[in-house]
């Protein structure tokens, strides 16, 4: 029988026999950071919807059953030892151990994040967090990976990345939370870890058929999509970085101002920047903006005053989307811009969370107590997150690159899909199902006369498509007039990308 009772305000109270003490969890917190566990879960399948809008239509149902996937096994990675690797009471600097192994005792014992709510409730509120950031990294695998190895590389970089960076970050046992770092809600073990991860898997996955051609230039397949991705994860923020306060104080509240506020300047930054080039007003680069914004908040939101959530979201809407162009200079395929979303922005969060940290907002909730960054005259404190940020980064990338050169010599596990895959689209080769029923009708029509021209997906007559996610595609006027197709057929910009 649990040993929990209440008292006279209704509050949930907790006697540990071993010492004597008396805990007292408030229902108010506990609700609030439950709220704040289902506010983050909708942000998974959103990363889904947002990449899957981004892609051609061939591969869009693969991302979003990309997101679900990923959901359920770090679920069970959080349940079986996840939870234990990341916030056994007597972790390690680097890491926890098994303390916690398939969530023995973790139930009505104070959480290791705030002693106001039992830890079960901040196990499963991480368990979130745990779970969106490898779906923030596999989006690097898009339109080139296979399936099944992928559900075996997500259990097993959740193990051996994630969890322990998480240790190091938050754990009060780890290094860089002995050090003095601030990371409120993620900078680093969700962001930074996530996009230098996409970074080593396109890397290790080489480019796609047709890179550094018109064949890649394609629009997104379905912007609505992609708006409602950013939807969901802008709705879901509020639980992700508000939540981290981990009680319903003022804190939370400065969280959630903070974060709207970033977000809103990151997308007016980033569509304005895109205005410059080819005056139009880009859903796609407000919604790019706006995420950037949300990654650059993360780890200052309950650091930093509402002043400086601005100066966070213009330099995350300027920086990140000036270093989308990275992967032209360096010729590596990021499909979905990740590295330069999350690292680069959870890197640009970081630094301005040293510079703008102040004491008196970490004290919004009676608790924290910390240095503050340079506006407090602190000034170690960006020396603090540059070595936070940069050690993260460094073991991520080399640790995700080991993890996939050893799954390449094992039988059944190497990650790149065959050259004939990608062609037809992972949707159809992978899954045998599409996005959309009009996809799967098409291919039905065509029978034995179905052919394949390079990277499209024809029927013989069928051109390839333009477009991109940032401005560097020509416009269809200028594409229809690009000579015709070796059939004699004038060459049509089809205006759904494939």
Same mark, same amino acid.
Request: negative net charge; proline residues 3%.
């Given at each position: 029988?649990?040993?929990?009772?209440?008292?006279?305000?209704?509050?949930?109270?907790?006697?540990?026999?071993?010492?004597?003490?008396?805990?007292?969890?408030?229902?108010?917190?506990?609700?609030?950071?439950?709220?704040?566990?289902?506010?983050?879960?909708?942000?998974?399948?959103?990363?889904?919807?947002?990449?899957?809008?981004?892609?051609?239509?061939?591969?869009?149902?693969?991302?979003?059953?990309?997101?679900?996937?990923?959901?359920?096994?770090?679920?069970?990675?959080?349940?079986?030892?996840?939870?234990?690797?990341?916030?056994?009471?007597?972790?390690?600097?680097?890491?926890?151990?098994?303390?916690?192994?398939?969530?023995?005792?973790?139930?009505?014992?104070?959480?290791?994040?705030?002693?106001?709510?039992?830890?079960? *409730? &901040?196990?499963?509120?991480? #368990?979130? +967090? %745990?779970?969106? /950031? $490898?779906?923030?990294?596999?989006?690097?695998? !898009?339109?080139?990976?296979?399936?099944?190895?992928?559900?075996?590389?997500?259990?097993?970089?959740?193990?051996?990345?994630?969890?322990?960076?998480?240790?190091?970050?938050?754990?009060?046992?780890?290094? *860089? &939370?002995?050090?003095?770092? #601030?990371? +409120? %809600?993620?900078? /680093? $073990?969700?962001?930074?870890?996530?996009?230098? !991860?996409?970074?080593?898997?396109?890397?290790?996955?080489?480019?796609?058929?047709?890179?550094?051609?018109?064949?890649?230039?394609?629009?997104?397949?379905?912007?609505?999509?992609?708006?409602?991705?950013?939807? &969901?994860?802008?709705?879901?923020?509020?639980?992700?970085?508000?939540?981290?306060?981990?009680?319903?104080?003022?804190? !939370?509240?400065?969280?959630?101002?903070?974060?709207?506020?970033?977000?809103?300047?990151?997308?007016?930054?980033?569509?304005?920047?895109?205005?410059?080039?080819?005056?139009?007003?880009?859903?796609?680069?407000?919604?790019?903006?706006?995420?950037?914004?949300?990654?650059?908040?993360?780890?200052?939101?309950?650091?930093?005053?509402?002043?400086?959530?601005?100066?966070?979201?213009?330099?995350?809407?300027?920086?990140?989307?000036?270093?989308?162009?990275?992967?032209?200079?360096?010729?590596?395929?990021?499909?979905?811009?990740?590295?330069?979303?999350?690292?680069?922005?959870?890197?640009?969060?970081?630094?301005?969370?040293?510079?703008?940290?102040?004491?008196?907002?970490?004290?919004?909730?009676?608790?924290?107590?910390?240095?503050?960054?340079?506006?407090?005259?602190?000034?170690?404190?960006?020396?603090?997150?540059?070595?936070?940020?940069?050690?993260?980064?460094?073991?991520?990338?080399?640790?995700?690159?080991?993890?996939?050169?050893?799954?390449?010599?094992?039988?059944?596990?190497?990650?790149?899909?065959?050259?004939?895959?990608?062609?037809?689209?992972?949707?159809?080769?992978?899954?045998?199902?599409?996005?959309?029923?009009?996809?799967?009708?098409?291919?039905?029509?065509?029978?034995?006369?179905?052919?394949?021209?390079?990277?499209?997906?024809?029927?013989?007559?069928?051109?390839?498509?333009?477009?991109?996610?940032?401005?560097?595609?020509?416009?269809?006027?200028?594409?229809?007039?690009?000579?015709?197709?070796?059939?004699?057929?004038?060459?049509?910009?089809?205006?759904?990308?494939?």
């Amino acid at each position: 029988m649990v040993n929990v009772s209440y008292d006279a305000s209704g509050d949930l109270n907790w006697f540990d026999p071993s010492s004597g003490t008396t805990w007292v969890y408030n229902l108010g917190d506990i609700a609030w950071v439950l709220a704040s566990t289902a506010l983050v879960w909708i942000m998974i399948p959103g990363v889904g919807f947002f990449y899957s809008g981004l892609l051609r239509r061939k591969n869009a149902l693969s991302m979003i059953w990309m997101s679900m996937m990923t959901l359920a096994v770090v679920s069970f990675q959080w349940f079986f030892w996840g939870y234990s690797l990341a916030f056994s009471e007597t972790a390690g600097k680097y890491i926890g151990n098994l303390q916690h192994f398939g969530l023995k005792g973790a139930l009505q014992q104070p959480s290791v994040g705030s002693e106001r709510i039992p830890s079960l *409730a &901040f196990c499963v509120f991480q #368990l979130m +967090f %745990a779970a969106i /950031t $490898p779906m923030i990294a596999i989006g690097a695998a !898009a339109e080139r990976a296979r399936l099944g190895p992928l559900m075996v590389f997500v259990f097993v970089w959740t193990t051996v990345v994630y969890d322990p960076i998480a240790c190091w970050t938050w754990n009060p046992h780890g290094w *860089a &939370f002995i050090m003095g770092g #601030l990371d +409120f %809600a993620g900078g /680093t $073990p969700v962001h930074i870890s996530s996009g230098t !991860a996409a970074l080593a898997i396109s890397i290790y996955l080489g480019r796609r058929r047709g890179w550094g051609t018109e064949r890649l230039a394609y629009k997104p397949h379905n912007t609505t999509y992609v708006v409602i991705g950013t939807v &969901f994860l802008w709705f879901g923020w509020f639980g992700f970085n508000g939540g981290s306060a981990l009680s319903a104080n003022l804190r !939370a509240i400065q969280a959630c101002i903070v974060t709207n506020l970033a977000a809103s300047v990151g997308g007016l930054t980033w569509m304005l920047w895109d205005y410059r080039l080819e005056r139009k007003w880009s859903v796609v680069g407000f919604c790019s903006g706006a995420i950037a914004g949300l990654v650059a908040i993360t780890p200052g939101s309950g650091f930093v005053g509402s002043p400086a959530a601005v100066l966070f979201g213009f330099m995350a809407g300027t920086v990140c989307n000036f270093a989308t162009q990275l992967k032209y200079i360096f010729n590596y395929d990021d499909t979905l811009d990740i590295f330069a979303s999350h690292a680069i922005g959870g890197i640009v969060g970081n630094v301005l969370t040293g510079l703008f940290a102040q004491k008196s907002v970490a004290d919004f909730d009676h608790i924290t107590t910390i240095g503050g960054g340079w506006l407090d005259h602190h000034y170690i404190q960006l020396g603090f997150q540059l070595a936070d940020s940069f050690s993260g980064l460094s073991y991520s990338f080399v640790v995700t690159t080991a993890i996939l050169w050893v799954m390449h010599f094992i039988p059944g596990l190497r990650l790149r899909a065959s050259e004939e895959a990608e062609i037809l689209g992972i949707d159809d080769a992978e899954m045998g199902e599409f996005a959309y029923d009009y996809v799967g009708l098409d291919l039905a029509a065509s029978g034995a006369a179905h052919t394949f021209h390079d990277d499209t997906h024809s029927h013989g007559d069928v051109p390839l498509t333009a477009g991109g996610r940032e401005p560097r595609h020509l416009h269809m006027s200028t594409a229809h007039k690009e000579g015709s197709l070796e059939s004699g057929v004038e060459k049509r910009v089809d205006p759904v990308a494939e």
